[in-house]
């Protein structure tokens, strides 16, 4: 069976930011937040200084063990130090000690723990808990669920300029029931993908396609799943190929579109396979021949690629 079009399907894009060597760690994004490589000497003053109750020793102790940098890692003896630092009431620590609770590291597992935590950061606006403190209310993990709190807590952050925020804000006004709005998923899902998130990229794309939100622009569709399938996101790839399959805001191209059903297929996204088979099948054997070739070579670029598999993301062509 062929699909004349995309199924309006757009999922989170990321529930949660892991706090582990993300962008959003920048000093210039949360003021003051330290480098994780600590050398010896660093590490015996900081020790001395954290002993001594300064809280922002005590936090970058606390990243010292989560890292394992100068230390053996060690999630319990982190989260101890974050716990310091964060009844000192400092934001880095409290998230921190909230990513610790949610998931379960040298800490008992609780939600409702980590919503406090994520919740005391979130109120200093620390733009990362909120995100992560609006994923719980999303959900209901340790706090009842309430989808407005959902929304009010992204939107904090996404404001700030959290990509995955805006995401997932985009996806909340996407689908959640009595929240929709079209127009504020394409805001969102734009801004999130003019940061460079593919994921949104591909979002965008799709709405460009359907003229969800925003009018009908198969141009403009091409252009958005081209840049989330330049990153690798496989499920971006399959829509990027079945566009030159059917000569949509790109000219009509079957090589074109079995190198990218190929590499779609190879990052793992089975509805890529499905495609590639089925036009190989309409393929003359000269043409498919120079399309494996070129599929081949083409295919060393994605060797290794980002995983996107935490963001959720579902394929965007109707189900069988």
Known sequence: MRFGSFAVVVSLCLGVVSGFGQTEFAPEMTNVIPKPEISPADLSLIKTEAESGDMYA?????????????????????????????????????????????????????????????????????????????NLYQYGHGVHKNLKEALKWYRAAAEQGLVTAQCNLGSLYMHAKGLRDQSEAVKWFRAAAEQGLAVAQNNLGVLYYTGT????????????????????????????????????????????????????????????GRELKELSRRMPPKQLAEAKARAGLVSQRWATRPDFSSMGAVSLFPSH
């Open 58 to 134: 005590q936090y970058r102790l606390g990243r010292a063990y989560l890292n394992g940098s100068g230390v053996v890692r060690d999630y319990k003896v982190a989260a101890g130090w974050f716990g310091f630092a964060a009844r000192h009431g400092l934001p880095h620590a409290q998230f921190m000690l909230g990513y610790l609770y949610e998931h379960g590291l040298g800490l008992e597992q609780d939600d409702t723990k980590a919503a406090n935590q994520y919740q005391a950061a979130a109120l200093q606006g620390f733009a990362v808990a909120e995100n992560n403190l609006g």
């Open 213 to 272: 939100g925003v009018g009908l622009d198969y141009g403009e569709a091409a252009k958005w799943s081209r840049l989330a399938a330049e990153q690798g996101f496989a499920i971006a790839q399959t829509h990027l190929g079945y566009l030159y399959e059917k000569g949509t805001g790109v000219p009509l191209d079957y090589v074109a579109a079995y190198i990218w059903y190929s590499v779609a297929a190879a990052g793992g996204d089975s509805r890529g």
